[in-house]
């Protein structure tokens, strides 16, 4: 299968400061990425769906502005979380996707503690 | 009712064993039916891919979707300890859809 790699794996930051996480479709081009929440014993919660070259849609309940998200080619997403609080340690994931009817890969995924 | 529902275990099975895997949705709309495999602290990997109903193997994973009951099932013979993760179901409507619809995950655990 594609391979979809997520960077960095685990990240410590300290409250206040902003984080941004990478995620590269190695080996196809991702029209189409997706970033997800995961809280323990949960299933993955989509927060964004990004499309290379345009603005992200959030779902309900995420803020924007909080969770900043580029796509700036059709290989590379990155998601920043500025000002980031306890409340923000999770794990997150993205996914890509080359077009409609395809199968989603997944990135390894980040661990993301707020101290 | 949620969309998709999924047993969330945990499920443990002895090694050699014949795993199944299922779950029920409601949206009659969902065309595309997927199963992935999540180690701890990890992405979720995939496994089988389906469109429509019908089953579809892969070695020891043979996926099986009924559209009429709306009910999907992973079965895993010959189950190894390396089995042992979380398997979510996932769903979409297909054209022009993207957003993927997943259970909550079922974690197996295989004993040796």
């Known amino acids: 299968g594609a391979v979809v790699s997520q960077h960095p794996s685990r990240v410590i930051c300290k409250s206040g400061t902003s984080v941004k996480i990478e995620c590269r479709s190695l080996?196809?081009?991702?029209?189409?990425m997706f970033w997800y929440r995961q809280f323990p014993k949960q299933s993955l919660m989509l927060m964004a769906t990004?499309?290379?070259?345009?603005?992200?849609?959030?779902e309900q309940g995420v803020e924007k502005d909080k969770f900043l998200i580029n796509h700036a080619s059709l290989t590379l997403s990155t998601l920043t979380v500025t000002s980031a609080h306890p409340e923000d340690s999770s794990f997150y994931i993205c996914s890509a996707q080359t077009g409609t009817g395809t199968e989603a890969f997944f990135g390894q995924g980040t661990r993301l503690t707020v101290v | 009712q949620k969309e998709v529902e999924q047993d969330p275990g945990p499920l443990s099975v002895p090694e050699g064993a014949i795993v199944s895997l299922n779950c029920t949705y409601s949206n009659s709309a969902f065309q595309y039916f997927m199963w992935y495999r999540q180690y701890s602290r990890k992405g979720p990997e995939l496994l089988m891919y389906t469109y429509s109903s019908g089953n579809k193997e892969d070695g020891r994973f043979t996926a099986q979707v009924d559209k009429s009951s709306k009910y999907i099932s992973l079965f895993i013979r010959d189950s190894q300890p390396s089995d042992s993760a979380t398997y979510l179901c996932a769903m979409k409507s297909g054209a022009g859809s993207y957003q993927l619809t997943f259970g909550k995950g079922t974690k197996l655990s295989v004993i040796p």
């Open positions: 080996d196809f081009q991702a029209t189409t």
């Open positions: 990004s499309n290379e070259g345009s603005k992200a849609t959030y």
